[in-house]
């Protein structure tokens, strides 16, 4: 059975550029979460979609936005990137919304992106 | 003050040593508590989930949490090479529902 997976796995952008991540997630699952993992930090919550609605959002800017298709799959956007934004980027699948109680997350491998 | 602190090692132990990681919190709105193993290149992997304060075990591993002292811990027994790896400590705010994680722990364990 698959995991949740995440595309691109590595990839290098110039500042100012924009970048769109891609995530699927564990069949059955119908909520993603996005977290930044910057390098010897945890992962810091930016986005968790439910039934393609957003159900919360961490302390991040504008500039990073997500959507949850029909098919439970997800997209995480970033636009006008900057150097700070290098990191790995987890996405995390779970059956329901929320993260209390039994509602646990299974996080993929991750897309490092690297700002230059 | 951070709201969740953890030391980030690395913390070094020969085979066969019991492993202790620990995590302190400064909110009183924590009441799930979590551990996860991240691999090198790979994605954080849940290992313990407790709610409540007091002890969990599940095979070589045990977590403890005090709600009182607001310090939780997680012991590796009987540690392997392969337990090498960083351990996140993670907990969930009833106030908001997010998690947040501590910035983990390297552990390497000697052959």
């Known amino acids: 059975d698959a995991g949740v997976t995440q595309s691109p796995t590595h990839l290098i952008k110039t500042r100012g550029q924009h970048v769109t991540l891609r995530c699927s997630p564990i069949?059955?699952?119908?909520?993603v979460s996005w977290y930044q993992q910057v390098l010897g930090q945890g992962p810091q919550f930016i986005f968790q979609?439910?039934?393609?609605?957003?159900?919360g959002r961490g302390n991040f800017p504008d500039r990073f936005s997500a959507r949850q298709f029909p098919n439970y799959s997800s997209e995480l956007n970033v636009n006008a990137l900057l150097l700070g934004d290098s990191a790995l980027y987890l996405c995390?699948?779970?059956?329901?919304?929320?993260?209390?109680?039994?509602?646990?997350?299974?996080f993929g491998a991750g897309s490092r992106l690297t700002v230059l | 003050q951070k709201e969740v602190e953890q030391d980030p090692g690395p913390l070094s132990v020969p085979e066969g040593a019991i492993v202790s990681l620990n995590c302190t919190y400064s909110?009183?709105?924590?009441?799930?508590f979590m551990w996860y193993r991240q691999y090198s290149r790979k994605g954080p992997e849940l290992l313990m989930y407790?709610?409540?304060?007091g002890n969990k075990e599940d095979g070589r591993f045990t977590a403890q949490v005090d709600k009182s002292s607001k310090y939780i811990s997680l012991f590796i027994r009987d540690s392997q090479p392969s337990d090498s790896a960083t351990y996140l400590c993670a907990m969930i705010s009833v106030e908001d529902d997010k998690i947040i994680f501590g910035k983990g722990t390297r552990l390497h364990i000697l052959p």
């Open positions: 069949s059955g699952h119908k909520s």
């Open positions: 995390a699948s779970s059956l329901a919304g929320g993260n209390s109680g039994a509602n646990v997350l299974t």
């Open positions: 407790t709610y409540s304060s």
């Open positions: 979609y439910y039934e393609k609605e957003e159900r």
């Open positions: 909110n009183s709105a924590f009441q799930y």
